[in-house]
């Protein structure tokens, strides 16, 4: 069983603690077993919301297989929430 | 007079102690919407760029925007604009809390200072009442007492100061301007500026208010942005609940927070100086400003055995006091950047920035460089005084006293890191541009802050187009922070945007979580002028336009584009952005050529003419 590494920041970590290991295969499963609620990760149904990003190595999943991007034991999946909605940002 | 305004500039000449008023012009303040861009428009027309930024000579102007003082969330900002004394070029400094809604109830759209004052002296505004009174009693003085007995000694107790602390009076080139105790006009040095003209401070009541165009559709307006700003995770709760500090984790995450004077870009102890941490460990509570919706300050503590862990003396001891800070660009400076994992020493050095009235950026980054040279042998203690080597908390503590004092080495950190480096002939550890060091993301991993960098015109800033909103966030789209490509055009259109909130009295912050097209409503209803978008990102590009202009008859323009050769030639050592250089020379041509500039970055007579530019 790959069992990543899994970081939660600011308000996600009340989901499951700030790192934590969890089975992997593909970030869509870690996401599945994070502890994070369903709802939040996909209120739309299947696809990620908008408002929360994904890492793998420091690396948007949007830049790599998005959520079924593979991860390992060796890999460091990081999970946070924004919610940012304009731009250009502070 | 358009609505909005007051329509009265009050002028001060320091020298003569001649104060007097005269009308706002109107035809300014509609071609640059206020702020910002009208500060720029006036200081074209009076600031003499080839000028010594700390002579009397140099002009400083505080200016608001048309929403200043409105109830538009965060209608409270100002704009110092100036010669900065660090970078030698035009600098645009902003500040919340209340002090620039006071100068606007008291009946002032702008302050136009001159001179210099034969001895210290505070300006006094109560509505129509104006004076220069003597400061000298004030003179030494940290901010907060500074803050704390004109107000006492007013009669007023609503009085709001903006003033300056030790640094600066003794001309430390990145002084800030602090009001309400922790608000900061932070970069560049325009407290310097302040202190060379003998000013202290500026207290002011005032009992006006601010005229709309009209007033139905501006609050209906008002409601519908406030709406929207609840509906964002970041401005409804993220960032009262963590600050900015929750980029902290953010950042390092992705291989870009610049640790060891950007010798690195993953700190290993990132977790120990988070928002996270922070907000379980020292925060007291979160704080707003003027109208502020989001409050994101931070109000910290340092409890217990944590109260007199760092002490200096000007402050040997906290006595449980609460202050405010660290921001997420505190930490950072102070934190990785220094290699220091001790949030308590960040938070007091914090605190400490506020009450000397300095920029902790700029503090931050300059011992950093020092820390570098004295590991490199280039500084030694016969030099530093004490060991200067990274991860020194008692050092960043001990030594943020003698920068404010001018004080042993602390004379040369208060020359900023170019200078610092210069000196021992160590120029190529400068991080920075224009003189100005760089805020917190490392332009190997996000290329765009790279660009934004090297093309800011008030030195390197992250305030003037955050571009870590695509390239981190995914908004408005998602962009890969590793790659050059589309980086240009995007970093055109955020410079002007934000040039245009910068100009409308607004908090950029609010770009979290709303575009310019939600604050353009109230802009509109506020002074009646028929704005739309593309005539406000135009005037925004005015506003740019006109800095680079300014900027190069300084002679600090085209040429200064330039980051440090180790984030165009040294790849980063390791995480996620391991390998990668900054793409400047790729991303430049195309800058230039989008901006409708030459070749070489010149502002080109045709793009003056298209925005009704004046003439040199």
């Not at chain 2, 005229?211 to 700003?229: G, T, V």
Request: charged content about 25%; proline content about 5%.
């Amino acid at each position: 069983m790959e069992v990543p590494t899994v970081k939660l920041l600011g308000g996600l970590r009340k989901f499951g603690g700030a790192q934590q290991a969890i089975e992997g295969g593909t970030v869509r499963v870690v996401l599945d077993t994070v502890g994070v609620p369903n709802d939040l990760l996909f209120p739309e149904g299947e696809v990620l919301n908008r408002d929360i990003e994904v890492l793998v190595n420091g690396r948007n999943i949007a830049f790599m297989a998005d959520l079924d991007t593979p991860v390992t034991d060796e890999d460091r999946v990081t999970i946070f929430l924004h919610g940012a909605r304009g731009y250009p940002g502070g | 007079m358009i609505c909005g305004w007051v329509g009265k500039v009050l002028r001060v000449d320091l020298t003569n102690s001649k104060i007097s008023t005269e009308p706002l012009r109107e035809d300014w303040a509609r071609e640059y919407v206020g702020g910002r861009g009208l500060g720029a428009r006036y200081y074209w027309e009076e600031g003499d760029p080839k000028v010594d930024p700390l002579s009397p000579e140099n002009k400083l102007l505080f200016v608001t925007g048309p929403l200043t003082g409105t109830n538009a969330s965060c209608a409270a900002r100002y704009m110092v604009i100036t010669k900065g004394p660090l970078t030698g070029a035009i600098t645009t400094s902003n500040s919340g809390g209340h002090w620039g809604p006071e100068l606007k109830f008291a009946g002032y759209d702008m302050i136009i200072l001159e001179g210099r004052a034969p001895s210290p002296k505070y300006l006094w505004i109560h509505n129509d009442q104006v004076e220069l009174r003597d400061a000298q009693h004030l003179w030494g003085k940290g901010v907060w007492e500074t803050e704390e007995t004109l107000r006492r000694d007013s009669g007023v107790p609503d009085t709001i100061v903006a003033c300056i602390g030790q640094a600066g009076e003794n001309l430390v080139r990145y002084a800030a301007i602090i009001n309400d105790l922790h608000r900061a006009a932070g970069r560049s040095g325009v407290g310097a500026v302040m202190g060379s003209k003998n000013l202290k401070a500026i207290a002011v009541r005032g009992t006006g208010g601010v005229r709309l165009a009209k007033p139905r559709e501006f609050m209906s307006a008002s409601w519908e942005m406030k709406a929207k700003l609840k509906d964002s995770a970041v401005t409804a709760e993220g960032l009262a609940t963590y600050g900015t500090e929750s980029l902290v984790n953010v950042i390092n995450e992705h291989g870009a927070l610049p640790t060891r004077n950007h010798q690195a870009t993953v700190f290993d102890r990132a977790e120990d100086i988070s928002g996270e941490t922070l907000t379980e460990t020292r925060l007291v509570a979160n704080k707003a400003c003027f109208a502020c919706t989001m409050a994101c300050g931070r109000v910290t503590s340092l409890p217990g055995e944590a109260s007199d862990k760092f002490s200096v003396n000007t402050s040997p001891r906290n006595w449980n006091i609460a202050g405010e800070g660290p921001e997420f660009e505190n930490a950072w400076a102070m934190g990785s950047d220094c290699d220091i994992s001790d949030l308590d020493a960040i938070i007091k050095v914090g605190w400490l920035c506020n009450d000397y009235g300095m920029d902790p950026i700029s503090y931050g980054a300059t011992l950093a460089a020092a820390m570098e040279m004295y590991e490199t042998g280039a500084i030694d203690e016969s030099v530093t005084g004490m060991p200067l080597g990274f991860g020194n908390a008692d050092a960043l503590v001990a030594m943020s006293e003698k920068v404010a004092f001018r004080q042993g080495f602390g004379d040369q950190l208060a020359e900023g890191s170019k200078r610092l480096t210069a000196r021992y002939a160590r120029p190529e550890l400068f991080m920075g541009v224009r003189g100005q060091e760089f805020p917190a993301y490392d332009p190997r991993a996000v290329q765009g802050m790279g660009l934004g960098y090297a093309t800011s015109n008030r030195g390197a800033c992250h305030l003037k187009s955050y571009t870590v909103s695509p390239e981190i966030l995914g908004i408005p789209e998602k962009m890969d922070p590793h790659v050059s490509e589309g980086k240009a055009e995007i970093t055109k259109i955020f410079q002007d945007i934000t040039s245009a909130v910068d100009s409308s009295g607004l908090c950029l912050f609010l770009t979290f979580g709303v575009g310019l097209e939600d604050m353009l409503p109230q802009i509109v209803a506020a002074t009646g002028v028929d704005y739309d978008i593309d005539t406000l990102t135009q005037a925004g590009e005015r506003t740019w336009n006109l800095e680079r202009l300014w900027n190069e008859r300084a002679g600090v323009g085209k040429g200064h584009d330039k980051l440090p050769r180790r984030l165009t030639h040294d790849p980063i050592p390791g995480g996620p952005a391991k390998g990668l250089t900054s793409k400047l020379n790729v991303m430049l041509p195309e800058y230039y050529e989008r901006r409708g500039w030459t070749a070489d970055g010149m502002v080109t007579e045709e793009k003056r003419k298209e925005l009704g530019l004046p003439k040199a």
